[in-house]
């Protein structure tokens, strides 16, 4: 075997330009499933990291009129029949497998008339939340203090910002004891608060921004207890909520039963208005077997070219045999079994082909590179594709070759010997 691995290099070696164009469209089929499969294998990781990095595992299901069209009472009246919900109907979904916390709040996006004395806050996200909601979406206090019971007990005009808002509205000076005006009605700022994990998601596109970063307003966010969001707002507004998963596997089985639960308590004459769940998770899941779909969709067309590429091997070892006829027949003459010459044109076309799949590997690493560098796209270099390649190009040399390899092997030395 290994004298015939040697024979097989110095065939190659002694008929470079033919080899390597032989071994050009393995090359090429090989470098494109490399390079689409470390795409998309890079773009799937990214979704992930998207969602783990961002740390709350949390679950949204918002009041809907439809799969996209979320409720919002910006410019909406207050549908009849959806009741505020209660702390019994909490404790249903906290007995839902995998729900760790659940949280209602009501919500204003792109709100205006907010003010601190001159300063506008405009396009700010306000919500009017309860004392879960804070740690189902991932918020810690930076500076100041949080909402406690008796701020809902009193009905307090108080409210917290995120830093975006606090920098809007009071730029290097502290927020912290300074009032606002919400629809003209003065409310106390007491905390400014920030999300726990520092990570951002990658955003490659609008879709990205809507699933990771959802609608939140650049200008910021504020916070009111809800017990006084009638005094800026309405009352009985219908509210939203959101699910804390235990991890993020659960984060695509609570959705669902969480939602039916939400919509027992309806009685609405509207039947397209419901509790919808919006798993981040399960979006990234579909799109990941999107990617997977159209990743097997290239596959196929670029192992064209490795059957391409296999055509060529056989061609190219047809005239070996051809070339080499006199060189069989003295072999065969000084006593040369078929098996010796079969595997020897077998050895020589695996090796041709299984050095074609490494510079195949090695051109689709840096097709990849290449790729991820114009497109902004991340790649991952998939180590078991690469070797499956390497592996797959010595069959396609096997196959291709045993044709060739056959008919060395059943020359008539005599005839061979005669041949010029």
């Not at 009501?106 to 709100?111: D, H, I, M």
């Not at 009071?170 to 606002?180: C, D, L, M, P, V």
């Not at 390649?389 to 061979?416: E, Y």
Request: proline fraction near 3%.
């Amino acid at each position: 075997m290994l004298e015939n691995i040697r024979l097989s290099f110095q065939g190659i070696w002694s008929h470079k330009m033919r080899s390597f164009l032989t071994m050009l469209g393995i090359i090429i089929g090989i470098a494109s499933i490399i390079s689409i499969v470390s795409t998309i294998q890079g773009t799937n990781e990214q979704l992930m990291q998207n969602v783990i990095g961002a740390g709350n595992n949390a679950v949204s299901i918002p009041l809907s009129r439809s799969s996209d069209y979320e409720m919002s009472f910006d410019y909406e009246s207050v549908p009849y029949g959806v009741p505020v919900i209660g702390e019994d109907t909490r404790e249903k979904l906290l007995e839902v497998d995998g729900v760790e916390d659940a949280t209602f709040y009501t919500s204003r996006t792109y709100a205006d008339s907010i003010y601190h004395q001159n300063t506008a806050l405009q396009g700010a996200n306000v919500y009017g939340i309860d004392t879960h909601y804070f740690n189902v979406n991932g918020y810690v206090i930076r500076t100041g203090r949080g909402f406690v019971e008796e701020d809902y007990m009193n009905f307090r005009k108080v409210v917290i910002l995120d830093q975006t808002a606090a920098s809007s509205l009071f730029q290097e000076e502290s927020a912290i004891g300074k009032t606002i005006e919400i629809n003209s009605e003065p409310f106390t700022v007491i905390g400014v608060a920030q999300v726990a994990s520092q990570f951002e998601p990658v955003i490659n596109s609008m879709e990205d921004y809507y699933t990771y970063m959802g609608y939140d307003s650049g200008s910021g966010t504020v916070f009111m207890p809800s017990s006084a969001w009638c005094i800026a707002y309405q009352y009985d507004e219908p509210q939203h909520v959101a699910v804390k998963a235990e991890s993020v596997e659960a984060m695509t089985t609570i959705g669902k039963p969480c939602a039916d639960i939400l919509n027992e308590n309806l009685y609405t004459t509207d039947s397209d208005l419901k509790y919808r769940a919006k798993n981040t998770l399960e979006t990234v899941e579909q799109q990941q077997q999107i990617n997977e779909s159209t990743n097997q969709q290239l596959i196929w067309i670029a192992s064209i070219s490795l059957l391409v590429g296999g055509i060529g091997v056989m061609n190219i070892m047809l005239v070996s045999v051809t070339e080499r006829t006199s060189e069989i027949g003295l072999k065969k003459a000084i006593g040369a079994k078929k098996r010796a010459i079969l595997m020897q044109f077998l050895t020589e076309a695996a090796v041709l082909t299984s050095m074609g799949g490494v510079l195949g590997v090695v051109a689709g690493i840096g097709m990849a590179q290449a790729i991820s560098r114009m497109a902004d796209v991340p790649v991952a270099i998939n180590i078991p594709a690469t070797i499956i390649a390497v592996l797959f190009s010595m069959v396609i040399g096997l196959i291709f070759g045993f044709m060739p390899s056959i008919k060395a092997a059943n020359l008539n030395p005599i005839d061979a010997l005669r041949h010029e």
